[in-house]
């Protein structure tokens, strides 16, 4: 009776290792920059104690090392991905009818950190952003 209790501990170990592999795995099958894909809601509050300001961000490609989208309303262009550091790294303009503005930012535990700038306003802000 002792070892058959011993061998279906051992089997239910095993089973739970087999599983807990297989879903890391699947994790690991969502690359970063699949995770970027999607709509986001981004925080452009001017100072730390202004009111949240709010604006989207929506990824709608990925392909190889640039994406598509669009920003605060306008096309994301020369959106680009650098995955070769620990965080997904990622890089694109935007432009009205006036400015351009660059922007740049990283993926880190299912945040998107990042800054604007614009020369021509004199301003860089940075921002924060969740996924939808």
Not at 108 to 132: D, H, M, V
Request: some cysteine.
């Amino acid at each position: 009776m002792k070892n058959k209790v011993k061998y279906i501990i051992l089997g239910m170990l095993l089973i739970g290792g087999i599983h807990n592999a297989i879903a890391q795995e699947a994790d690991s099958a969502m690359s970063p920059s699949d995770t970027l894909v999607g709509e986001w809601t981004i925080d452009l509050r001017p100072t730390p104690e202004a009111d949240g300001y709010y604006q989207m961000f929506v990824v709608t490609a990925v392909e190889g090392n640039t994406f598509s989208g669009t920003f605060y309303g306008s096309p994301v262009k020369n959106g680009l991905i650098n995955r070769n550091w620990d965080k997904l790294y990622i890089a694109f303009t935007t432009s009205d009818d006036s400015n351009d503005y660059y922007h740049s930012g990283y993926l880190e535990n299912g945040s998107l950190q990042g800054i604007s700038y614009c020369p021509n306003r004199a301003f860089a802000a940075p921002w924060t952003g969740a996924k939808e």
